[in-house]
């Protein structure tokens, strides 16, 4: 009798463990004892046993209709399914072109109401155990991620993981890649501090030739994952996604090996963080947020699915309410109007400011850009105003300094008469770790506030290197400015890399720019030494 045989397992993990290859084996010796010819093999690796929709299990059904052989031999009702109404499905449709359907664990399986009853209950049984494996899987991660131990095997780029031994007592952990690192910091130089698009790092990192963990090629995705990653800053999260069904899978027709292909963010109150080392911090908190605020800009000044060109596209604040203005066609016409409008509607609208001609904005804006680049010493006098500004602030820094480090000798002149008081037997030990620790959480805090205000008070710029700064600049975007003409991809380019934002305060517009502190024989690195404002002008 000519047989085929059927194997299936669901997961990387059993193929690891090879569990097709005992399932074979096991099939394979019950074939030859019982003087079967085995005409195909047909091996499903990696897919669930809760989809039909599987390569090689298709091409058996459609081999069973053209009857290239008389039964099918299956270890168990589980590997042909794992719900029951989808085994009763192939069962009946084998059944109908005259195959005959062998599990190994009931060989002696017959078409009679009592067995079809036992085939029912165990395929109950079967999708039963999957619920409880499942479940009790679900509870055991989210445990052990609530203690602080990593759950997941699958390192970040930047990261190997190493498999944790009973044997010497060490839990699964991550280790730094020291070469993968390094491209981890390149990445975020690129983009946060140089200010390159996602695609220019992509060239970068081909044209130096380095190679991604997986693929020949970087790719967008692959390089938004790392730059959304907060793992790199020294704490990485569980229970992040969930898994669901896409509404349309981008392979199309292709054969799934699950269900729910699609993964969704959670809610942030369900994230479980898990704090790693120190030694395993690859970027820091500063750079990281530079970076998601990057992305976030990038994403509001993004030319995809943009139906008509709007010269400040992103870049328009309203001054009443910090709404984005958005471009609005009426018409046959452009205009910016307050987002809030859209927000509310039908609802009455929360704000007042009214719309705005695209020509005449763009033009106003356009034209108070190119008279600042041309007279630098526009630029100049924001920067020296910022300055006064600023040793005002510094003179209130250095008070605030000086009175938090009176509190601070204060709560050490605390600890001693605590001790004394301890001593002399007028408190009690509980007594004074109750206070002490108290004292050590209000000198912690106190120790935050001082650092932040000595980052403060470090934090200025040279008077004399901003005037270079700003000439070098105004000089060099000023020799772009003769070659654009009417090149509009040029003008929202330099209007891109150098507005901040354009605020509308109804006829009012208050344009704001950063200028990239570089010198040139420096790499342009676009940190900003002030938010200066290019100057007002009336909208007419």
């Not at 131990?149 to 952990?173: C, D, E, Q, R």
């Not at 066609?329 to 987002?339: A, E, F, I, Q, T």
Request: charged share 30%.
């Amino acid at each position: 009798m000519r047989v085929a045989i059927y194997a299936r397992v669901s997961t990387e993990k059993q193929e690891k463990q090879e569990t097709i290859k005992s399932q074979l084996e096991a099939l394979r010796e019950f074939a030859k004892k019982n003087g079967y010819i085995i005409y195909e093999e047909y091996i499903d690796e990696g897919y669930s046993g809760e989809l039909l929709d599987r390569p090689a299990l298709d091409k058996l059904r459609d081999d069973a209709k053209r009857k290239l052989f008389e039964a099918v031999l299956i270890h168990s009702p589980d590997r042909l399914a794992r719900l029951y109404p989808l085994q009763w499905i192939v069962q009946e449709e084998l059944r109908k072109y005259g195959i005959n359907i062998v599990f190994l664990n009931r060989p002696d399986n017959k078409d009679t109401p009592e067995d079809n009853l036992l085939n029912g209950i165990q395929g109950l049984i079967a999708e039963y155990e999957k619920a409880k494996i499942t479940e009790r899987t679900r509870r055991g991660r989210l445990y052990k991620a609530k203690s602080g131990i990593l759950v997941t095997s699958i390192a970040p780029y930047g990261y190997k993981y190493i498999v944790g031994n009973k044997a010497t007592n060490t839990i699964g952990h991550y280790e730094i890649n020291p070469n993968e690192a390094k491209v981890v910091r390149l990445i975020f130089d690129l983009f946060a501090n140089k200010h390159l698009s996602i695609r220019a790092v992509a060239r970068e990192l081909t044209c130096r030739n380095i190679p991604p963990r997986q693929g020949k090629q970087w790719r967008s995705s692959s390089l938004h994952r790392i730059i959304r990653n907060e793992t790199y800053t020294g704490v990485t999260y569980y229970n992040k996604h969930m898994m669901v069904e896409a509404n349309k899978h981008k392979n199309g027709n292709k054969y799934h090996r699950r269900k729910k292909t699609s993964l969704r963010l959670k809610p942030k109150d369900q994230w479980i963080p898990i704090g790693l080392p120190a030694n395993l911090k690859i970027i820091d908190k500063k750079t990281f947020d530079l970076a998601q605020k990057q992305l976030r800009r990038n994403s509001e000044l993004s030319p995809r699915n943009v139906k008509y060109q709007y010269l400040l596209r992103g870049l328009v604040k309203c001054g009443y309410c910090d709404s984005p203005y958005q471009g609005t066609p009426c018409h046959g016409k452009l205009y910016y109007r307050c987002g809030n409008r859209s927000r509310t509607f039908p609802l009455p609208r929360e704000c007042r400011a009214p719309s705005v001609k695209a020509e005449i904005l763009e033009s106003i804006v356009w034209e108070k850009f190119c008279e600042a680049i041309k007279n630098p010493r526009l630029i100049s006098e924001q920067v020296i105003k910022l300055k006064e500004k600023e040793i005002k602030n510094k003179s209130s820094i250095s008070r605030d300094i000086e009175i938090i480090e009176k509190e601070l000798k204060s709560t050490e002149n605390e600890e001693s008469r605590l001790l004394d008081a301890y001593r002399e037997n007028i408190i009690s030990i509980e007594q004074l770790k109750d206070q002490m620790a108290k004292i050590q959480e209000k000198k912690k805090q106190l120790e935050q506030d001082r650092q932040g205000l000595l980052v403060k008070q470090e934090g200025s710029f040279s008077l004399l290197s901003a005037k270079k700064t700003i000439n070098d600049y105004c000089r060099h975007i000023e020799s772009r400015l003769e070659q654009l003409g009417n090149d509009f991809g040029g003008k929202r380019y330099l209007l891109t890399l150098a507005l901040n934002k354009v605020v509308l305060e109804g006829k009012m517009v208050r344009i704001k720019g950063i200028i990239p502190a570089y010198s040139k024989e420096e790499q342009p690195a676009f940190s900003n030494i002030a938010s200066t404002s290019s100057g007002c002008c009336g909208l007419h």
